[in-house]
Protein backbone atom coordinates (compact mmCIF):
# COMPACT_ATOMS: atom_id res chain seq x y z
CA UNK A 1 0.00 0.00 0.00
CA UNK A 2 1.19 3.23 -1.00
CA UNK A 3 2.02 5.53 2.15
CA UNK A 4 1.56 9.02 2.29
CA UNK A 5 3.68 11.65 4.38
CA UNK A 6 3.88 15.04 4.69
CA UNK A 7 5.58 17.75 6.24
CA UNK A 8 5.87 19.37 8.90
CA UNK A 9 2.74 18.46 10.97
CA UNK A 10 2.10 21.72 12.27
CA UNK A 11 2.80 25.54 10.34
CA UNK A 12 2.58 28.65 11.94
CA UNK A 13 2.86 31.42 9.72
CA UNK A 14 2.52 35.45 9.62
CA UNK A 15 -0.28 36.85 7.84
CA UNK A 16 0.75 37.42 4.38
CA UNK A 17 3.99 35.66 4.12
CA UNK A 18 4.05 32.18 2.38
CA UNK A 19 3.77 28.92 3.06
CA UNK A 20 4.48 25.20 1.98
CA UNK A 21 3.63 21.70 2.87
CA UNK A 22 5.45 18.96 1.67
CA UNK A 23 4.09 15.48 0.81
CA UNK A 24 6.09 12.43 -0.13
CA UNK A 25 4.61 9.25 -1.25
CA UNK A 26 5.98 5.19 -0.70
CA UNK A 27 6.11 4.82 -4.44
CA UNK A 28 5.47 6.83 -7.65
CA UNK A 29 2.59 8.18 -8.19
CA UNK A 30 2.47 8.84 -11.91
CA UNK A 31 -0.33 6.27 -13.53
CA UNK A 32 0.29 4.21 -16.76
CA UNK A 33 -2.50 6.78 -18.35
CA UNK A 34 0.25 9.42 -17.85
CA UNK A 35 -2.05 10.93 -15.25
CA UNK A 36 -0.74 11.78 -11.65
CA UNK A 37 -3.86 11.32 -9.18
CA UNK A 38 -2.48 13.65 -5.89
CA UNK A 39 -4.40 16.02 -4.81
CA UNK A 40 -4.89 18.46 -1.77
CA UNK A 41 -7.77 18.89 0.47
CA UNK A 42 -8.34 22.03 3.65
CA UNK A 43 -10.29 21.24 6.21
CA UNK A 44 -11.08 24.37 8.12
CA UNK A 45 -12.22 24.27 11.94
CA UNK A 46 -15.81 22.93 12.92
CA UNK A 47 -16.30 21.78 8.28
CA UNK A 48 -15.99 19.30 5.97
CA UNK A 49 -12.71 18.51 3.74
CA UNK A 50 -12.95 20.68 0.79
CA UNK A 51 -10.66 19.73 -1.91
CA UNK A 52 -8.17 22.57 -3.24
CA UNK A 53 -5.95 21.16 -5.74
CA UNK A 54 -7.04 17.83 -7.93
CA UNK A 55 -4.32 15.40 -10.26
CA UNK A 56 -1.13 17.66 -8.32
CA UNK A 57 -1.76 21.43 -9.87
CA UNK A 58 -4.68 22.12 -10.89
CA UNK A 59 -7.15 24.29 -8.85
CA UNK A 60 -11.02 23.54 -8.14
CA UNK A 61 -13.38 25.91 -9.01
CA UNK A 62 -13.05 28.72 -6.16
CA UNK A 63 -10.06 28.19 -4.85
CA UNK A 64 -8.05 31.20 -4.62
CA UNK A 65 -5.01 31.75 -6.61
CA UNK A 66 -2.68 32.10 -3.77
CA UNK A 67 -2.96 27.87 -3.33
CA UNK A 68 -0.62 26.14 -6.26
CA UNK A 69 0.28 22.95 -6.24
CA UNK A 70 3.50 20.83 -7.89
CA UNK A 71 5.26 17.78 -7.78
CA UNK A 72 6.00 14.78 -9.29
CA UNK A 73 6.68 10.76 -8.42
CA UNK A 74 6.67 10.79 -5.11
CA UNK A 75 7.57 14.51 -4.42
CA UNK A 76 4.17 16.98 -4.04
CA UNK A 77 3.83 20.46 -2.22
CA UNK A 78 1.18 22.94 -1.70
CA UNK A 79 2.29 26.58 -1.73
CA UNK A 80 -0.15 29.05 0.03
CA UNK A 81 1.45 32.33 -1.57
CA UNK A 82 0.54 34.90 0.86
CA UNK A 83 -1.54 33.47 4.35
CA UNK A 84 -4.69 35.01 4.94
CA UNK A 85 -6.52 34.56 8.33
CA UNK A 86 -9.14 32.27 6.05
CA UNK A 87 -6.32 29.57 5.79
CA UNK A 88 -6.54 28.43 9.10
CA UNK A 89 -7.14 24.47 8.93
CA UNK A 90 -5.27 21.35 8.14
CA UNK A 91 -4.46 20.54 5.04
CA UNK A 92 -4.51 17.21 3.25
CA UNK A 93 -2.70 15.62 0.60
CA UNK A 94 -4.38 12.48 -0.72
CA UNK A 95 -3.40 10.04 -3.15
CA UNK A 96 -6.79 9.17 -5.16
CA UNK A 97 -6.00 5.53 -6.67
CA UNK A 98 -6.12 4.00 -3.46
CA UNK A 99 -7.70 7.05 -1.76
CA UNK A 100 -4.83 7.17 0.55
CA UNK A 101 -4.47 10.22 2.97
CA UNK A 102 -1.52 12.27 4.43
CA UNK A 103 -1.89 12.76 8.21
CA UNK A 104 -2.41 16.42 7.79
CA UNK A 105 -0.49 19.70 8.55
CA UNK A 106 -2.35 22.19 10.79
CA UNK A 107 -2.05 25.39 9.53
CA UNK A 108 -2.32 28.41 12.41
CA UNK A 109 -1.22 32.05 12.63
CA UNK A 110 1.52 33.37 13.77
CA UNK B 1 -24.68 19.73 -5.36
CA UNK B 2 -25.62 18.44 -1.98
CA UNK B 3 -24.86 15.07 0.18
CA UNK B 4 -26.53 14.42 3.54
CA UNK B 5 -25.41 11.75 6.03
CA UNK B 6 -28.17 10.14 8.45
CA UNK B 7 -27.94 7.05 10.57
CA UNK B 8 -25.07 7.96 13.41
CA UNK B 9 -25.99 7.09 16.87
CA UNK B 10 -23.95 5.26 19.50
CA UNK B 11 -23.98 1.96 19.59
CA UNK B 12 -22.04 -0.72 22.21
CA UNK B 13 -19.19 -2.74 20.56
CA UNK B 14 -20.08 -5.30 18.24
CA UNK B 15 -23.76 -3.97 17.82
CA UNK B 16 -24.87 -2.86 14.06
CA UNK B 17 -25.23 0.87 12.01
CA UNK B 18 -26.66 1.52 9.05
CA UNK B 19 -25.72 4.93 7.67
CA UNK B 20 -26.65 6.94 4.42
CA UNK B 21 -26.34 9.63 2.15
CA UNK B 22 -28.81 11.29 0.03
CA UNK B 23 -27.60 13.11 -2.94
CA UNK B 24 -28.54 15.42 -4.98
CA UNK B 25 -27.92 17.98 -7.81
CA UNK B 26 -25.75 15.56 -9.65
CA UNK B 27 -26.25 12.72 -11.82
CA UNK B 28 -25.97 10.00 -9.19
CA UNK B 29 -25.39 7.76 -11.44
CA UNK B 30 -22.45 8.64 -13.12
CA UNK B 31 -20.50 8.88 -9.95
CA UNK B 32 -17.70 6.73 -7.97
CA UNK B 33 -18.88 7.01 -4.30
CA UNK B 34 -17.31 6.96 -1.26
CA UNK B 35 -17.25 6.80 2.81
CA UNK B 36 -14.30 8.51 4.28
CA UNK B 37 -14.26 8.50 8.42
CA UNK B 38 -12.52 11.15 10.92
CA UNK B 39 -11.79 9.79 14.62
CA UNK B 40 -12.21 12.77 17.32
CA UNK B 41 -9.24 15.06 16.45
CA UNK B 42 -7.95 12.66 14.34
CA UNK B 43 -6.79 12.88 10.24
CA UNK B 44 -8.94 11.22 7.46
CA UNK B 45 -8.83 7.48 6.66
CA UNK B 46 -10.82 6.26 3.59
CA UNK B 47 -13.18 3.35 4.42
CA UNK B 48 -14.81 2.60 1.09
CA UNK B 49 -15.66 3.22 -2.02
CA UNK B 50 -18.14 1.77 -5.09
CA UNK B 51 -18.41 2.43 -8.79
CA UNK B 52 -21.51 3.33 -10.63
CA UNK B 53 -23.25 -0.15 -10.57
CA UNK B 54 -22.09 -1.41 -7.61
CA UNK B 55 -20.11 -4.29 -9.38
CA UNK B 56 -16.46 -3.11 -7.91
CA UNK B 57 -16.27 -2.40 -4.46
CA UNK B 58 -13.00 -1.64 -2.39
CA UNK B 59 -12.39 -1.33 1.71
CA UNK B 60 -9.85 -0.37 3.90
CA UNK B 61 -8.48 -3.56 5.62
CA UNK B 62 -9.64 -2.47 8.87
CA UNK B 63 -13.37 -2.74 7.70
CA UNK B 64 -13.34 -5.87 5.67
CA UNK B 65 -15.53 -8.35 6.49
CA UNK B 66 -17.77 -6.14 9.00
CA UNK B 67 -18.80 -3.37 6.86
CA UNK B 68 -20.64 -3.10 3.46
CA UNK B 69 -21.03 -0.22 0.83
CA UNK B 70 -23.97 -0.01 -1.40
CA UNK B 71 -26.17 2.50 -2.99
CA UNK B 72 -29.76 2.16 -4.43
CA UNK B 73 -29.36 5.10 -8.04
CA UNK B 74 -33.15 4.84 -8.27
CA UNK B 75 -33.25 6.43 -4.92
CA UNK B 76 -29.85 8.96 -4.79
CA UNK B 77 -28.49 7.15 -2.19
CA UNK B 78 -25.31 5.81 -0.79
CA UNK B 79 -25.05 2.96 2.36
CA UNK B 80 -22.76 1.98 4.65
CA UNK B 81 -23.47 -1.24 6.96
CA UNK B 82 -21.11 -1.13 9.76
CA UNK B 83 -21.45 -4.84 11.55
CA UNK B 84 -19.50 -6.20 14.57
CA UNK B 85 -18.53 -1.91 15.23
CA UNK B 86 -15.24 -1.60 17.59
CA UNK B 87 -14.59 1.04 19.89
CA UNK B 88 -11.82 2.34 17.14
CA UNK B 89 -14.85 2.74 14.41
CA UNK B 90 -15.70 5.69 16.55
CA UNK B 91 -15.66 8.65 13.91
CA UNK B 92 -17.24 11.37 11.82
CA UNK B 93 -18.49 9.50 8.37
CA UNK B 94 -18.64 11.58 5.44
CA UNK B 95 -19.94 10.70 2.18
CA UNK B 96 -18.28 11.62 -0.67
CA UNK B 97 -18.45 12.12 -4.43
CA UNK B 98 -14.77 13.01 -5.94
CA UNK B 99 -13.28 12.31 -9.37
CA UNK B 100 -10.42 13.60 -10.99
CA UNK B 101 -12.24 16.43 -12.83
CA UNK B 102 -12.53 20.09 -12.06
CA UNK B 103 -15.53 20.48 -9.60
CA UNK B 104 -15.75 17.58 -9.17
CA UNK B 105 -15.30 16.89 -5.07
CA UNK B 106 -18.17 16.67 -2.68
CA UNK B 107 -18.64 15.97 0.80
CA UNK B 108 -21.34 15.66 3.61
CA UNK B 109 -21.65 17.50 6.57
CA UNK B 110 -20.63 13.89 8.52
CA UNK B 111 -22.74 11.53 11.17
CA UNK B 112 -20.80 11.06 14.13
CA UNK B 113 -21.03 7.30 15.46
CA UNK B 114 -19.96 6.48 18.32
CA UNK B 115 -18.82 3.42 19.92
CA UNK B 116 -18.87 2.51 23.31
CA UNK B 117 -20.31 0.68 26.53
Known amino acids: DVVMTQSPLSLSVTLGQPASISCRSS???????????LNWFQQRPGQSPRRLIYMVSNRDPGVPDRFSGSGSGTDFTLKISRVEAEDVGVYYCMQARQWTFGQGTKVEIK | VQLVESGGALVQPGGSLRLSCAASGFSYNDYWMSWVRQAPGKGLEWVAR????????YYVDSVKGRFTISRDNGQNSLFLQMNSLRVDDTAVYFCVRDCSTSGCSNWGQGTLVTVSS
Open chain 1, 27 to 37: QSLLESDGNTY
Open chain 2, 50 to 57: MNQDGTKK
